[in-house]
């Protein structure tokens, strides 16, 4: 089954290929149309965001797309910044990882968890969808280099490293991506036959 990653982001990309290269699917990227489009992330939650990707570039390629949307959840800061996590501080990855840390001065609860919505829609409108999660806490300082976004602040449940620090071959294993994916996976002949 082909099947078009609809994302402009890299870094995402390369993790969704990754986790995905053992699978059944043989994808497709947006640099194949050379297309840059950005399509508006107006939903409230990571899923209607994936579904709007999925559902637009499905219907635009005639064929199955697959959108990823997401982002970080801080319980003291009412589970945002969410769905705006890429637009948080609206400067880019490290000014957001700065502004999270002014945030959080001074308050001691620092759970949080990492959410990824995977949508993969037919040119029908036919959507499959799934959610992965991994919890943790946001450090005080940003440490290690590997990863994107907020991996710097992010120390996962059961370890004492953030996810920059810990690197790809862990993260692959423990994120919500890759949770997602897993379920992906285990429906992935029921998508085929669909197709
Ligand atoms: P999206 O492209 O609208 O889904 O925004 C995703 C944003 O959430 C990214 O720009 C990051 O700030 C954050 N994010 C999503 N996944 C990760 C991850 O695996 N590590 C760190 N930050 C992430």
């Known amino acids: 089954m082909k099947i078009l990653i609809a994302s402009h982001n890299e870094n995402k990309t ?3 290929n990754h986790l995905l290269s053992s699978s059944k699917l043989t994808f497709v990227g947006l640099n194949v149309f050379d297309n840059h489009e950005a399509v508006e992330e107006t939903g409230k939650t990571f899923i209607e965001n994936a579904t709007l990707k999925a559902i637009h570039f499905a219907n635009k390629y005639h064929m199955p797309s697959l959108a990823d949307d997401s982002g ?5 800061l009412n589970h945002g910044p969410g769905v705006y996590s890429k637009r948080y501080s609206g400067k880019g990855d490290h ?13 001691t609860n620092r759970r949080a968890r990492f959410v990824a919505a995977i949508v993969v829609a037919f040119p029908d409108g036919k959507t499959f969808t799934f959610e992965g999660h991994v919890n943790g806490t946001i450090g005080f300082e940003l440490k290690g280099d590997q990863g994107f976004g907020y991996d710097p602040l992010f120390i996962p449940d059961g370890y004492y490293q953030t996810m920059a620090e810990l690197g790809s071959i862990v993260k692959d294993q423990i994120s919500h991506r890759a949770n997602a994916i897993k379920q992906l996976k285990e429906h992935i002949d029921e998508m085929a036959h669909y197709q």
């Open 14 to 16: 390369r993790e969704l």
């Open 72 to 76: 970080i959840e801080v319980e003291a």
């Open 95 to 107: 000014a957001n990882n700065l502004k999270l840390l002014d945030e959080l001065q001074g308050i």
